[in-house]
């Protein structure tokens, strides 16, 4: 699986929109790009996964370029309530063992 | 459906006492899978299974951790005898085959383990 890039940590203001990045220069035409994120003292949840095309749902927006090299995970409307550790993920959906392999993340705050 | 469901949430043991944690996964899931995390090497995988069975135990750092699946909804995470650098959260997440919903992981609320 395809090696990923996040800064350590972002700040954003409550009702704006939080946008993150994450690079993954060698991602391989098969792998799809993982979006987790992690609440204090919660196990680490689900967002979105998109292999080329734009995703969308009621959590948030994925925005893959053109290159499929980097990403951006965007809450439109941050809430204090998405303060969490957010994980950008590349792997094949159907990887040996369907692993998934955490990196460090980015700690995002949201701030009042 | 509840979700992934681990026990006990909080555990706190004597060096040398044997732990056993616990989990159940979604129903209908063909995966599971046991995650450490720790303040110094996050979250780490030790084990999973694929349809009770266990395909990759290369994370389990020694022999004293040992896992089981003895059916499709009920994992045992056992560390006997337990040391303090053992402390950790231990989660469990279960997924359905790849290829659905992306496999896309649930996990569990975990185990919050202190051993003294």
């Known amino acids: 699986d395809a090696k990923t890039t996040q800064p350590t940590s972002m700040d954003c203001a409550e009702g704006r929109a939080a946008n993150l990045p994450c690079n993954h220069s060698?991602?391989?035409?098969?792998?799809?790009v993982y979006w987790y994120r992690q609440i204090h003292s919660q196990g680490p949840q689900y967002i979105i996964h998109?292999?080329?095309n734009n995703e969308t749902n009621e959590m948030a927006s994925l925005i893959i370029t053109e290159d499929r090299k980097s990403s951006t995970l965007i809450l439109p409307h941050a809430t204090l309530r998405d303060t969490a550790v957010y994980y950008c993920?590349?792997?094949?959906?159907?990887?040996?063992?369907?692993?998934?392999?955490f990196g460090g993340g980015t700690r995002l705050m949201v701030k009042p | 459906d509840a979700g992934v469901i681990q026990s006990p949430r909080h555990e706190v043991t004597e060096m040398g006492q044997e732990v056993t944690l616990r989990c159940k996964p979604i129903?209908?899931?063909?995966?599971l899978f046991w995650y450490r995390q720790t303040m110094m090497r996050g979250l780490e995988l030790l084990i999973y299974?694929?349809?009770?069975?266990?395909?990759?135990d290369s994370g389990m750092p020694e022999d004293r951790f040992s896992a089981k699946m003895p059916n499709a909804s009920f994992s045992t995470l056992k560390i006997q005898p337990s040391e303090p650098r053992d402390s950790a959260v231990y989660f469990c997440?279960?997924?359905?085959?790849?290829?659905?919903?992306?496999?896309?992981?649930?996990f569990g609320s975990g185990t919050r383990l202190t051993v003294v």
């Open positions: 129903s209908g899931h063909d995966y």
């Open positions: 998109g292999l080329k």
């Open positions: 299974f694929n349809n009770n069975v266990p395909i990759d």
């Open positions: 993920i590349v792997r094949l959906p159907n990887n040996a063992g369907n692993m998934l392999t």
């Open positions: 997440a279960s997924s359905p085959a790849p290829g659905r919903r992306g496999g896309g992981y649930t």
């Open positions: 060698t991602i391989s035409g098969n792998e799809y």
